[in-house]
């Protein structure tokens, strides 16, 4: 890692998602643990969502997260190009979770027919 940073350095670190198995390799590959990356991990719980993967990932991971926790945060796809971040989680973490956590939106996720998704979409009229 570019950083300086050792993987061990870190107490998280989210990758992007397009799959379960992606995070888990590119972890492994880099040598970061399974308990640094469980709690970012969300593509199995909410599949693909694609640019917003390493967001949501770390939206979860700031949800448990104290004061002084270093986070590596990388997105990345496609060829495009990639970002990756070191982010040292404030005192002001505290005071700025009195709304709901990100597995509280997870949790209340509806699963959709096909048809259904269709008329969402416009695709076809009731």
Same mark, same amino acid.
């Given at each position: ?19 379960? =198995? ?32 390493? !967001? ?22 496609? #060829?495009? #190009? ?17 709304? !709901? ?8 996720? =509806? ?10 979409? #416009?695709?076809?009229?009731?």
């Amino acid at each position: 890692i570019r950083t300086g940073y050792k993987p061990e350095k870190f107490k998280y670190a989210v990758f992007h998602q397009p799959n379960t =198995k992606f995070p888990i390799r590119v972890a492994r590959t880099l040598g970061f643990t399974m308990d640094q990356i469980n709690p970012g991990l969300v593509a199995p719980k909410v599949g693909n969502t694609y640019a917003g993967s390493t !967001p949501v990932g770390l939206a979860a991971t700031l949800d448990i997260a104290e004061s002084g926790d270093r986070i590596f945060a990388v997105s990345y796809g496609s #060829g495009s #190009g990639s970002d990756a971040f070191v982010l040292t989680v404030q005192d002001a973490i505290e005071e700025k979770r009195d709304g !709901p956590k990100l597995s509280s939106f997870i949790e209340r996720k =509806k699963y959709v027919d096909y048809s259904t998704y269709l008329r969402f979409r #416009g695709q076809i009229v009731k």
